[in-house]
């Protein structure tokens, strides 16, 4: 592992990559943040695809690239006028101390022999002592944007109101509401109405989530292991055909069901 001045040493050389690439390759210099934004996005799921497979030394590559964009970033603001890295970098410094008042003093030094609260009673109380931030969001759910996909902006949203102590008392009560959400779905579908079938198909996928949560299941990473399952029984489908020159639209569902199932047998 390298010491403090080894690190500091490679964020500095990784500033000056930066403006080097900025001022003499075309590509870097006509970027914009608008433009740049997409890849970002891109950038963000490979790392999560590395952490998730528990590969290090990919993980290690992704945060490198999520540390050129953030410079990205800094630098275009920087030519604007606007701010600089140092600026980015104070923000979160001032902001990480503001929040964590069971570890810093007021005027920023660690405390030493400070009474720790609980993890449990930080998290319980995390958008609360946000909520006071001089330059915070105005409500606990306005920081959350609105591009972030679905399964996770839902999470996001019970876990800040969860911090503020609304939250089901027992997790198992979330299994009611599971139930009422899905009797809500099947009425919406009887009656053939589209905008309705939307509203409760999205209240139950919602309140499933919740339950995945308070469980301590990762949706995302569920829904994701769900899909790999499926990919892996569907391919074997595939080859399991194609290798007789059937067509896989020819089969009959009874067919497929059966191929499905040797797959699933195999631990696919």
């Known amino acids: 592992m390298h010491g403090k001045t080894e690190k500091t040493e490679a964020f500095g050389r990784l500033l000056d990559v930066m403006d080097a690439l900025r001022e003499n390759c075309p590509w870097n210099a006509e970027q914009t943040m608008e433009s740049i934004r997409p890849l970002t996005e891109e950038e963000v799921y490979e790392l999560s695809d590395a952490i998730l497979k528990g590969d290090s030394n990919q993980t290690a590559k992704e945060i490198g690239d999520m540390l050129y964009h953030l410079v ?3 630098r275009i603001a920087q030519e604007k006028g606007e701010f600089d890295i140092a600026d980015c970098i104070e923000k979160i410094c001032d902001k990480m101390i503001f929040r964590h008042p069971h570890v810093f003093g007021p005027d920023g030094s660690v405390l030493e022999d400070s009474e720790k609260p609980s993890a449990k009673e930080i998290a319980d109380n995390w958008e609360l ?34 911090g503020c102590g609304f939250d089901w008392e027992k997790k198992e009560d979330v299994w009611d509401k599971v139930r009422e959400e899905l009797s809500e779905v099947l009425e ?40 790999d399952k ?20 020819r089969l009959t569902l009874e067919q497929m069901d059966r191929i499905w199932d040797e797959g699933k047998a195999k631990g696919l």
């Open 188 to 227: 919406a579908c009887g009656e053939r109405d589209a905008e309705h079938m939307k509203e409760e198909f999205g209240d139950l996928l919602f309140a499933v989530i919740n339950a995945s949560r308070l469980y301590g299941i990762d949706p995302e990473a569920a829904l994701n292991g769900s899909c």
């Open 230 to 249: 499926f990919r892996r029984r569907f391919g074997y489908l595939e080859q399991n055909t194609l290798k007789k020159g059937i067509e896989l639209k």
């Open 72 to 74: 990205f970033y800094a």
């Open 129 to 162: 002592v946000k909520a006071r931030e001089k330059d915070g969001n105005k409500t606990v759910l306005g920081g959350i944007p609105d591009t972030m996909p679905a399964v996770l902006k839902a999470l996001s949203m019970q876990e800040k109101a969860r």
